[in-house]
């Protein structure tokens, strides 16, 4: 069986205190309610060692790293750094790292390859612009983020790996895809691992759904058959919220 996430990404938001009281709050839900979904808390740079310390009941994902293992790479943040600090997981390939950072795939298979030979789990983000949808060319843009940043893995490592569709046209835009769109392209990814990879590898590979993703729509969104949680980004400011999303499937 597929694992069931949620991921909350913070991006540059909550100070240290702030973020601390709100993952406190956030862990006392979770306490006192029982659910089988894992809980991933994306938080900046300056929370990871404080946020991994307070709670078993998430783990805690930095929002990047740099594609160098070390060195002279001034106000970069290695693997190892966030290795350190309790962190389990890195959002790798979000929309606003390739907008406003210029990344592109081939960066990502540098940061990619880091994580997981530091045993860091990998959180890799993919979807298209606007523009790309109203084309057509959504399912290709899709395919050629997968396939040149993943598909030199090895079925071992692609296990270690959570996929997050993330229609960009979507993300802090308040517009949401349709439940039908998300399974769409769930399954669509799917497909391209069952190509690459065989059956059992796909089958096991958690595809979140991130865009928009709030407690009045989670529960519709979460219940299509290749939707297996979410990337949540503003909701997860706000432990009500975002328990609600946890507790939607």
Not at 22 to 51: C, M, Q, R
Request: aromatic share 8%; glycine share 8%.
């Amino acid at each position: 069986m597929r694992k069931k996430i949620i991921a909350g990404n913070w991006k540059m938001n909550k100070n240290l205190s702030e973020g601390t009281d709100l993952a406190n709050e956030l862990s006392e839900i979770l306490t006192s309610s029982s659910t089988d979904v894992e809980v991933i808390l994306g938080v900046p740079f300056t929370h990871l060692d404080k946020v991994a310390s307070i709670s078993d009941k998430f783990s805690v994902s930095a929002q990047n790293c740099s594609a160098q293992e070390s060195g002279a790479y001034t106000g970069e943040i290695s693997t190892k750094m966030i290795l350190s600090t309790g962190a389990k997981y890195v959002i790798l390939g979000h929309s606003e790292r390739r907008a406003y950072h210029q990344e592109n795939n081939a960066d990502l298979v540098k940061k990619v390859d880091l994580c997981l030979s530091d045993n860091l789990k990998v959180i890799y983000c993919c979807g298209e612009l606007l523009s790309e949808r109203d084309s057509g060319n959504h399912f290709e843009i899709v395919k050629s983020q997968i396939e040149e940043a993943l598909f030199h893995l090895s079925a071992e490592q692609i296990s270690r790996v959570v996929i997050a569709y993330e229609p960009v046209w979507a993300i802090g835009t308040g517009v949401t895809a349709s439940s039908a769109q998300a399974q769409e392209m769930h399954a669509y990814i799917r497909s391209i691992f069952t190509d690459k990879y065989g059956v059992d590898v796909p089958q096991a590979l958690s595809i979140l759904y991130g865009g928009s993703c709030k407690p009045s729509n989670a529960q519709e969104i979460f219940s299509k058959e290749d939707v297996d949680g979410g990337l949540i980004g503003g909701a997860s400011l706000n432990a009500n919220d975002f328990s609600q999303i946890i507790n939607a499937f």
